[in-house]
């Protein structure tokens, strides 16, 4: 279009010269007048692009976003949390009449390469908004005051290109926030982390829907336990939503989006590759994917073959240093571990497992995710005995099945004897108010263990009462690697001749 009517304007201008010519005229004065006048349209073009571009420049990446959450495959509950938060975005006026408080931040956790970055894409697509990422490492200087100035100018650039752009809302996604939020104090070497993190939180503070525009902040983070507790209080990242490594199912799904443009043959089985790479990620399964679409045009295929994608398998494995799927009987070891967590969950604190699964990277162990509710503030004598038993039943489950315990609890031990010792200091045992100061180091060490001792038998006893349906819990979660809460306890639901024992502590 614009081509064109350059292409018309030339023209005249031609026609026009010529026409002077013709005529007798000393075009000239013409030709300077017009040369000018050009220059100066030039000019004003390249200054003005050229202020855009500076805008644009600091914006990483688009400013919006066309990622759906169509296009990531499993992570259904990480969605549903997600989009549920989301949903004051969509209806500013009718939460703001409520009165709620609207959400300013939101965290996403988990293992790198599991959707996070296109969880907040798909977010600010979503809701319309303008989508600014940062990434926490771009924060952090070594002149000081930077970090701190950089976090002003990404929430103004985001508020600006709301304001051009006509959106109602904007969404500023952080990575790596844990370089960033970091606990503070911690760095010796300067102060500019701590600078960088308070100005975050002033910000954040400071949120509010100005010019009806509203401001929402996702984080991203694999390591949440290095998060300054101050990012995670009320009004600030006050909704945490986990994303896992995907399951079987989920890893599925991930191929079928990551090999819907690529022509497969007939003997591609997506199932088995999905039950083969077990640990993998979603980006190690893109990543896959296009091994395998060069692997088959090096042998000169016009579709990809199964055996082209084992062999993609091995090479991205070899490359990420992925373990290999455990055998069977390692994964099932791993379940009843889990099962036994879980089912001891279950039984002592209804509705208490979020999800279990056996693919959590990084552990030699699964995970169970328990719901996290009031009960965490609540404490009571009884809320530390069962969360110490609940801790205990993991290795406690595969003693009961295999005869003997495995080495991946130490972990589990450690915690049970940290809820001990704090339930004895917070005076909730036998011994009444009991320090180290009190009564002593030998005396506060034997109380812990007597807490440990006492829950052992009374974890064990519940597993030995119940080893038919941890056994089919197990079996069933070394088949899927994850199961929801309500997945768990439909099954052990289904599975109930008679009630769990009640036993006395
Ligand atoms: P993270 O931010 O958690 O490290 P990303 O969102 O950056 O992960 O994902 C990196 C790439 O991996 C994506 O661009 C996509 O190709 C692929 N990927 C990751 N998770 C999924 C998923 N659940 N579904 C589809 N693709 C995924
Ligand atoms: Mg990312
Ligand atoms: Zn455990």
Redesign the pocket.
């Given at each position: 279009m614009g081509r064109n009517i350059r292409e018309i304007v030339v023209g005249l201008g031609a026609a026009f010269l010529v026409f002077l010519f013709l005529s007798g005229l000393n075009p000239t004065p013409f030709l300077l007048g017009g040369g000018a006048l050009v220059a100066l349209y030039l000019l004003a073009g390249e200054k003005t692009r050229g202020g855009f571009a500076l805008l644009d420049q600091a914006v990483d990446g688009p400013a919006l976003s066309n990622v759906t959450f169509a296009?990531?495959?499993?992570?259904e509950t990480a969605k549903r949390e997600l989009m549920e938060a989301l949903e004051f975005l969509r209806a500013p006026e009718e939460v703001e009449a409520l009165g709620i408080r609207p959400l300013k931040g939101i965290l996403l956790t988990?293992p790198?390469?599991?959707?996070?970055?296109?969880?907040a894409k798909a977010a600010a697509n979503y809701t319309d908004s303008i989508f600014v990422a940062a990434s926490g490492s771009e924060f952090i200087e070594v002149y000081a005051g930077v970090g701190a100035q950089r976090v002003r100018q990404l929430f103004t650039r985001a508020r600006n290109l709301a304001k051009r752009e006509g959106r109602r809302s904007a969404i500023i996604f952080i990575?790596e926030l844990e370089v960033l939020g970091g606990k503070r104090g911690q760095h010796t070497s300067h102060l500019e982390y701590d600078q960088t993190l308070n100005q975050l939180l002033v910000e954040m503070d400071g949120l509010r829907r100005e010019e009806g525009i509203s401001l929402l902040v996702i984080g991203?983070t694999n390591r949440p336990d290095l998060l300054d507790p101050a990012l995670l209080r009320p009004g600030r990242f006050d909704r945490q939503v986990h994303?896992d490594l995907?399951d079987k199912e989920a890893r599925l799904k991930?191929l079928a989006?990551?090999t819907r443009r690529k022509p497969l043959a007939p003997d591609v089985d997506l199932e088995a590759v999905a039950r083969a790479t077990f640990g993998f990620?979603?980006?190690h399964?893109?990543s896959l994917a296009n091994e395998a679409a060069i692997i088959a045009y090096r042998r000169g295929r016009r579709e990809i073959q199964m055996a082209d994608l084992e062999e993609a398998i091995e090479k991205v494995m070899l490359g990420e240093r992925l373990t290999r799927r455990p055998s069977a009987e390692e994964l099932l070891r791993v379940a009843v571990h889990e099962s036994g967590h879980a089912l001891v969950s279950e039984n002592l604190v209804p509705q208490s497992v979020a999800a279990v699964s056996v693919t959590s990277r990084g552990r030699a162990l699964g995970l169970v995710r328990r719901v996290e509710g009031e009960e965490r503030y609540l404490h009571t004598r009884r809320s530390f005995l069962d969360q110490i038993a609940i801790c205990l039943a993991g290795a406690l489950a595969e003693e009961l099945v295999y005869g003997e315990r495995s080495s991946g609890a130490a972990e589990d031990f450690r915690q049970a004897a940290a809820l001990a010792r704090e339930m004895i200091v917070h005076g909730l045992s036998e011994l009444g108010i009991a320090t180290e100061e009190t009564v002593g180091r030998v005396e506060l060490r034997r109380a812990v263990r007597d807490v440990l001792r006492q829950e052992e038998e009374r974890t064990r006893a519940i597993l030995a009462a119940d080893k038919e349906r941890l056994m089919r819990t197990a079996r069933l979660l070394a088949e899927k690697e994850r199961l929801e809460g309500e997945e768990l306890r439909q099954l052990l639901a289904s599975l109930r001749i008679n009630h769990p024992p009640r036993i006395k502590c």
């Amino acid at each position: 279009m614009g081509r064109n009517i350059r292409e018309i304007v030339v023209g005249l201008g031609a026609a026009f010269l010529v026409f002077l010519f013709l005529s007798g005229l000393n075009p000239t004065p013409f030709l300077l007048g017009g040369g000018a006048l050009v220059a100066l349209y030039l000019l004003a073009g390249e200054k003005t692009r050229g202020g855009f571009a500076l805008l644009d420049q600091a914006v990483d990446g688009p400013a919006l976003s066309n990622v759906t959450f169509a296009e990531i495959g499993g992570q259904e509950t990480a969605k549903r949390e997600l989009m549920e938060a989301l949903e004051f975005l969509r209806a500013p006026e009718e939460v703001e009449a409520l009165g709620i408080r609207p959400l300013k931040g939101i965290l996403l956790t988990g293992p790198p390469g599991t959707g996070k970055t296109m969880l907040a894409k798909a977010a600010a697509n979503y809701t319309d908004s303008i989508f600014v990422a940062a990434s926490g490492s771009e924060f952090i200087e070594v002149y000081a005051g930077v970090g701190a100035q950089r976090v002003r100018q990404l929430f103004t650039r985001a508020r600006n290109l709301a304001k051009r752009e006509g959106r109602r809302s904007a969404i500023i996604f952080i990575d790596e926030l844990e370089v960033l939020g970091g606990k503070r104090g911690q760095h010796t070497s300067h102060l500019e982390y701590d600078q960088t993190l308070n100005q975050l939180l002033v910000e954040m503070d400071g949120l509010r829907r100005e010019e009806g525009i509203s401001l929402l902040v996702i984080g991203a983070t694999n390591r949440p336990d290095l998060l300054d507790p101050a990012l995670l209080r009320p009004g600030r990242f006050d909704r945490q939503v986990h994303v896992d490594l995907p399951d079987k199912e989920a890893r599925l799904k991930i191929l079928a989006i990551h090999t819907r443009r690529k022509p497969l043959a007939p003997d591609v089985d997506l199932e088995a590759v999905a039950r083969a790479t077990f640990g993998f990620s979603g980006a190690h399964l893109e990543s896959l994917a296009n091994e395998a679409a060069i692997i088959a045009y090096r042998r000169g295929r016009r579709e990809i073959q199964m055996a082209d994608l084992e062999e993609a398998i091995e090479k991205v494995m070899l490359g990420e240093r992925l373990t290999r799927r455990p055998s069977a009987e390692e994964l099932l070891r791993v379940a009843v571990h889990e099962s036994g967590h879980a089912l001891v969950s279950e039984n002592l604190v209804p509705q208490s497992v979020a999800a279990v699964s056996v693919t959590s990277r990084g552990r030699a162990l699964g995970l169970v995710r328990r719901v996290e509710g009031e009960e965490r503030y609540l404490h009571t004598r009884r809320s530390f005995l069962d969360q110490i038993a609940i801790c205990l039943a993991g290795a406690l489950a595969e003693e009961l099945v295999y005869g003997e315990r495995s080495s991946g609890a130490a972990e589990d031990f450690r915690q049970a004897a940290a809820l001990a010792r704090e339930m004895i200091v917070h005076g909730l045992s036998e011994l009444g108010i009991a320090t180290e100061e009190t009564v002593g180091r030998v005396e506060l060490r034997r109380a812990v263990r007597d807490v440990l001792r006492q829950e052992e038998e009374r974890t064990r006893a519940i597993l030995a009462a119940d080893k038919e349906r941890l056994m089919r819990t197990a079996r069933l979660l070394a088949e899927k690697e994850r199961l929801e809460g309500e997945e768990l306890r439909q099954l052990l639901a289904s599975l109930r001749i008679n009630h769990p024992p009640r036993i006395k502590c």
